[in-house]
């Protein structure tokens, strides 16, 4: 079965510190997500590409953060400098284009960054 | 408002009690609804889409109600693996297929 593969899987990182994620989303999957999760709480749509486009990011904190995927195949997200309140999980997630009312995400198991 | 919104609970059920949760939303434009289960330190797994008619699978209900912009989940005879974090996802923009999660609502079956 295929799946969304992430890297890596922890990341442990000093305040101020740059740190990048990667995601290669199911083959075929036109959409990426990235997310942030905070302990007990829903994730948090950070970005969209509809391949190597962004579709929305109006909650990226843009000072700090950013994203690319230039082929509109696998994505990095980066941030920089790093601050305690960005330790999470980020989750990448795909799907094919969204057509309709139903289309399902497909998650990576998630990079649980811990910035110290 | 927030967009979407939930009640954390946790809910803390016996085995085979039936159990609902609600999930409100705020943009009257979403046009699609979604429950996502999470198991704890897992990544979330779409449990089922949420049809305009509402629709069944197995021991799980989804309702939606556009009048009132809410979303329901009911589980019937609750199994201990049924325990994990429910997620309601809507479409915030009205056609544009950007998701929007809730917070979760947890759900604990006990013996």
């Known amino acids: 079965e295929a799946e969304v593969a992430q890297s890596p899987r922890y990341k442990i990182t000093e305040k101020s510190q740059a740190v990048a994620f990667w995601c290669d989303p199911i083959?075929?999957?036109?959409?990426l997500y990235w997310y942030r999760q905070i302990l007990g709480q829903g994730p948090e749509l950070l970005v969209q590409?509809?391949?190597?486009?962004?579709?929305?990011d109006s909650q990226l904190p843009k000072d700090r953060f950013s994203a690319e995927r230039l082929k509109g195949v696998d994505s990095t997200l980066k941030i920089q400098p790093a601050e305690l309140g960005d330790s999470a999980m980020y989750l990448c997630?795909?799907?094919?284009?969204?057509?309709?009312?139903?289309?399902?995400?497909?998650f990576g198991p998630g990079t649980r960054l811990t910035v110290t | 408002r927030k967009e979407v919104e939930q009640d954390p609970g946790p809910f803390n059920v016996p085995e085979g009690a039936t159990v609902a949760f609600n999930c409100t939303y705020s943009n009257s434009a979403s046009q699609s609804f979604f429950w996502y289960r999470q198991d704890c330190r897992k990544e979330p797994k779409l449990l089922m889409s949420?049809?305009?008619s509402g629709n069944e699978d197995g021991r799980f209900t989804a309702q939606l109600n556009r009048a009132s912009q809410y979303i329901s989940l009911l589980i019937r005879d609750s199994k201990l693996s049924d325990s994990a974090t429910y997620l309601c996802?809507?479409?915030?923009?009205?056609?544009?297929?950007?998701?929007?999660f809730g917070r979760g609502t947890s759900l604990i079956v006990h013996p």
């Open positions: 996802v809507v479409e915030s923009s009205g056609g544009s297929y950007i998701p929007t």
């Open positions: 997630a795909s799907t094919y284009t969204p057509t309709g009312a139903y289309w399902e995400q497909y």
């Open positions: 590409f509809q391949d190597e486009s962004v579709v929305d």
């Open positions: 949420v049809y305009s």
């Open positions: 083959s075929g999957h036109a959409t």
